[in-house]
C-alpha cells in the first residue's frame, strides 16, 4: 500500500491524471478505499472524482464512515447522486443509518422520490431484524414465462440486481412459489418454462427475524442469498453473502467486547472518543472490582490461620488463577458452541457432566505436579495434600460455573457472552479461596 500512496501522490503532483485513472482502473474498489484513507482531504477527493461512475460508486460501498461523511461533504449534488445511484437499496440505508442527521437530510434529497419510500420502508423496520439489512432489487419471474423470455427480463434487470444467481418466482399476488439459479436457466432449452425448472423447497426468513439467526441460516444451507418474505408469503427482498458476513462480524465484535466486560461500541476504535471507551469499561470494571470485595472478606476472616501457617498465602495466586482459567476455558467453548448451535439448552447435564470429567482429568494432574513440587520443596505432606485436593475441587467448580452460567443466561434470554471471563474468574475467585481454607484448616487442624 505505501508504494501505492507514493506513486498516486507522484502523478497528482505531475498532473498525470490519464496515467492515475488508468491505475485506479487497474486496482480493486476495496483497495481504493483503503488508498484513500492513506491520503489527505484534497487528494482523497481527486483521486475520488477521477473515477467513473460505477467504480466511485463500487468503492464508495467499501469505505469507512468517516471517509465516506467527508466525501458527502464535498461533493456536489450532482457527484452525490452519480454515487448514490450505484448504491445498492440495502447499502443506502445503512448509509442513512450511520450518518449524522445534516448529511442525512442531503442524502435524502438526492435520491429519487420513488426510492424514497423504499429506503423508509426499509428504515422502519426494527434494528437487527432481517428487513433492517435486506436489498428489494432482486429478479423476479413468473412460472408461466419460458426460459428464453426469463433471460431476456433477467437482462433487463440485471444491472439493477445486486445478485442475478438465483432467481425468485412469483405469483400474480407476488407471494413466493419458488426460484431457479441462472445456471439451470442457461443451459434448459429455451422453449421450456420456469416451472419445469424452478424448486419449490425454498428456505425464506421473515422481515422480523432476528439478523443473527438469518445469518446462522446462510451458514446452515450455504446460501447465497436469503429470501425475505411478510406474513403472507409474498417476497418483499432479499438478503446477500456478504450482508450475513457483516452481521457474523458484527455479532463477533460485541460478543469479544461483552467477553472483556465492555459495554458494545458499534463504531472503530480510533473514532471512539477517549470518554466513551471510559464509559464503555468504567460500569463493569465497577461491579467487578466491588463484587471482589468478597474474596477479600473471606481472606480476612482466617488472618490466624495466616499467622500459622504463613506459607498458606503464597500459594493464593496460583489457585485463584488456575481456577479463573479453567472456567474460562469452559465458558468460551460453551459460548462458542451455544453461538453455533451445537449446543442447546437441553443438553445442560449432558454439557455439565462432560465437563465434571474433564475437571477430573484436568485438576488430577495439576493436584500431582504441584502435591509432588511442594513435597519436594517443603517437605509437608499435609500442606501438599491440601495444595492438590483444593485444586481438584477448585477445578471441578470452575469448570462447573464455566458451562452453567452461559447456558443459564441462554435460558434466561441474555446473552451467553456476558458470563464470560471476568464474571466468572470474580466467582471462582471467591468460591476457590473459600474451598482453600476450608480444606487447609480441616487438614492443617487450623482453628
Known amino acids: 500500500m505505501k508504494i501505492e500512496v507514493e506513486k498516486i501522490n507522484e502523478l497528482i503532483e505531475t498532473k498525470k491524471f490519464t496515467e492515475l485513472k488508468q491505475t485506479l482502473l487497474e486496482m480493486n474498489s476495496a483497495d481504493i478505499s483503503l488508498l484513500l484513507d492513506e491520503l489527505n482531504k484534497n487528494e482523497a477527493i481527486k483521486v475520488f472524482r477521477i473515477l467513473p461512475k460505477e467504480k466511485a460508486g463500487e468503492t464508495f460501498s467499501f469505505m469507512e464512515k468517516d471517509m465516506k461523511e467527508k466525501l458527502i461533504q464535498e461533493l456536489t449534488d450532482l457527484e452525490l447522486k452519480n454515487v448514490l445511484d450505484e448504491l445498492y437499496m440495502d447499502d443506502t440505508v445503512d448509509l442513512i443509518e450511520e450518518m449524522p442527521s445534516n448529511v442525512v437530510t442531503r442524502i435524502l434529497k438526492s435520491i429519487p422520490k420513488e426510492d424514497r419510500k423504499t429506503v423508509n420502508e426499509l428504515l422502519n423496520y426494527p434494528e437487527d431484524s432481517a428487513g433492517s439489512i435486506m436489498t428489494t432489487e432482486f429478479i423476479d419471474l413468473k412460472e ?27 405469483s400474480t399476488n407476488r407471494e413466493l412459489i419458488g426460484m431457479v439459479d441462472i445456471k439451470e436457466i442457461l443451459i434448459a432449452d429455451r422453449d421450456k418454462t420456469i416451472k419445469e ?5 425454498i428456505i425464506t426468513v421473515t422481515t422480523s427475524e432476528d439478523q443473527e439467526e438469518v445469518a446462522k441460516t446462510f451458514d446452515k444451507y450455504n446460501l447465497y442469498a436469503l429470501p425475505v418474505v411478510d406474513k ?3 417476497l418483499v427482498g432479499i438478503i446477500t453473502v456478504d ?7 458484527d455479532e463477533t465484535s460485541e460478543d469479544f467486547e461483552k467477553m472483556a466486560a465492555m459495554s458494545p461500541n458499534e463504531e472503530g476504535y480510533f473514532e471512539t472518543s477517549v ?5 464503555n469499561r468504567i460500569v463493569w470494571l465497577l461491579v467487578l472490582m466491588l463484587s471482589a470485595i468478597m474474596t477479600g472478606t473471606i481472606i480476612s476472616r482466617y488472618e ?16 485463584m488463577d488456575t481456577g479463573g482459567n479453567c472456567g474460562s476455558q469452559s465458558s468460551t467453548l460453551i459460548i462458542r458452541g451455544l453461538a453455533t448451535d451445537e449446543i442447546e439448552m437441553k443438553d445442560v447435564f449432558k454439557v455439565l457432566w462432560k465437563e465434571i470429567r474433564v475437571s477430573l482429568l484436568v485438576g488430577t494432574v495439576l493436584a500431582l505436579v504441584n502435591g509432588i513440587r511442594i513435597f519436594i520443596q517443603y517437605k509437608d505432606i499435609k500442606i501438599a495434600l491440601t495444595i492438590g485436593l483444593t485444586l481438584v475441587v477448585t477445578v471441578a467448580l470452575a469448570k462447573a460455573i464455566g458451562c452453567l452460567l452461559p447456558m443459564l443466561a441462554k435460558k434466561l434470554k441474555l446473552d451467553p457472552a456476558i458470563m464470560a471471563a471476568p464474571l466468572i474468574t470474580t466467582l471462582v475467585d471467591t468460591f476457590s479461596i473459600l474451598v482453600y481454607f476450608n480444606i487447609a484448616t480441616s487438614i492443617l487442624g487450623i482453628k
Not at 243 to 249: P, S
Not at 275 to 279: E, L, N, S, T
Not at 304 to 315: E, K, R, T, Y
Open 243 to 249: 450482508d450475513a458476513i457483516n452481521v457474523l462480524q
Open 304 to 319: 490466624d490461620a495466616f499467622a500459622i501457617v504463613p506459607i498458606l498465602v503464597s500459594f493464593i495466586p496460583m489457585i
Open 275 to 279: 470518554f466513551k471507551h471510559a464509559k
Open 144 to 170: 408461466n414465462m419460458t426460459v428464453e423470455k426469463a433471460l431476456e427480463r433477467i437482462k433487463e434487470l440485471a444491472i439493477d440486481s445486486e445478485t442475478i444467481y438465483t432467481c425468485y418466482v412469483l
Open 197 to 201: 425448472l424452478m424448486d419449490t423447497n
Open 232 to 234: 403472507e408469503n409474498r
